[in-house]
């Protein structure tokens, strides 16, 4: 599995800059069905990981935001599981907080990350059992256990509205645009926890997931229930990650909402 984490790391790292020349040339724009932006730099970001990490790994399966799926990636063992540009939000108004995600998926669960910050030059790594890395240095999910005063990724206007069974204490909320990005920055402890209330993909989180869990943090549902990939529905709920004293906390405030599916 090592050379796999050093394939896409590599791989990780030529997306990045590709997409950081796209934009200085200049983007194409336009909006997927569901409202959604895209740019030609999107497509071309795809392409290349597809182009490159399938000539690498024939025989991996392939599951990528900007790919159409092919359901017979159900019937490999192993896969890509990619985010071309997580946050292109963020990409299209020159804030740096997007990403380049990719995991490596085996039976269902990640056993290789990357998810590669180009503009902040952020390299976090993983491979199960191995630890995880900032750029090579170990990184650390934070000992934060109270809700209270505690650094959250997510949306702020979510946690002051008034349908709260209980309010929420005072905490110090940010976001960032990238799903990818924010799991990364728990898992460092740079944050205490990232909740979102909303559907994600498995290639928002394959790889940052396993990243957080190498670093001692906890993701889930907002229900509590852990991630399997190779779905034939790629989608998920909702995102609760946190260091490992905040989670179950956080998943009490929550775990009562009942979702659209």
């Known amino acids: 599995m090592k050379s796999d984490l050093a394939l896409i790391l590599e791989t990780a790292r030529e997306a990045g800059d590709l997409a950081r020349r796209l934009k200085a040339e ?24 597809k ?34 540009i997580d946050g292109t939000a963020a990409y299209l108004k020159d804030r740096p907080w997007w990403s380049v995600s990719i995991a490596v998926v085996e039976d269902g669960r990640p056993v290789a990350g990357v998810v590669f910050a180009p503009e902040l030059d952020e390299a976090f790594t993983a491979l199960a059992g191995g630890g995880a ?9 934070s000992a934060q256990d109270q809700v209270e005063d505690c650094r959250m990724l997510g949306d702020a206007p979510m946690f002051s509205h008034p349908a709260w069974r209980e309010p929420w204490p005072p905490m110090h909320i940010e976001t960032r645009n990238s799903i990818a990005y924010r799991m990364s920055l728990v898992a460092e402890g740079r944050f205490d926890a990232a909740l979102a209330l909303s559907g994600k993909s498995e290639w928002d989180l394959a790889a940052a997931e396993l990243i957080c869990a190498e670093a001692g943090a906890v993701s889930t549902d907002h229900k509590g229930r852990e ?22 906390l956080i998943l009490a405030r929550v775990r009562h909402i009942d979702l659209p599916n």
């Open 26 to 49: 200049g983007l194409k724009i336009w909006s997927k069905s569901g409202g959604s932006p895209v740019t030609n730099a999107d497509i071309a970001v795809d392409e290349l990981l």
């Open 227 to 248: 991630y399997a990939y190779n779905q034939p529905n790629p989608r998920m709920p909702s995102l609760v990650c946190a260091a490992p004293a905040l989670h179950p």
């Open 133 to 141: 890395f900032l750029n090579d240095a170990v990184i650390r999910a």
């Open 51 to 84: 182009a490159r990490l399938e000539a690498a790994r024939p025989d991996y399966g392939w599951l990528s935001e900007e790919t159409a799926d092919d359901p017979a990636r159900l019937t490999r063992s192993r896969l890509f599981v990619v985010d071309p």
